[in-house]
């Protein structure tokens, strides 16, 4: 079982940055795979950047690729989002997720087992 408490979320101006984090409990997170998702209000969850258990795979949707840098760090169980140059339409609540690695990294929602509360993240223009 694990339990992610997402944090750093916020209202920021376009152009500005945030990072966010997502704290695991328990001692497997090196064996998960760990991603962001992130709903905005009358749409489908979307994923947004993923990080293998090793760190050695990373994806990104195509719309935060150059602006967007996920990354993690063992010694703390915690996984981080720096969201560079954000915009408007990066508006949303930011979900932490995470699955024991099992393959290829997901870029599904419905691969992830385990979600934290999510993060508002509001850009105003």
Partial sequence: QVQLV?????????????????????????????????????????????????????????????????SREYAKNTVYLQMNSLKPEDTAVYYCAARPNLGPVPRTAREYAYWGQGTQVTVSS
Wanted: glycine share 12%; charged share 20%.
């Fill in 6 to 70: 997402e944090s750093g979320g916020g209202l920021v101006q376009a152009g500005g940055s945030l990072r966010l984090s997502c704290a695991a409990s328990g001692r497997t997170f090196a064996t998960y795979d760990m991603s962001w998702f992130r709903q905005a209000p009358g749409k489908e969850r979307e994923f947004v950047a993923a990080i293998s258990w090793s760190a050695t795979t990373i994806y990104y949707i195509d719309s935060v690729k150059g602006r967007f840098t996920v």
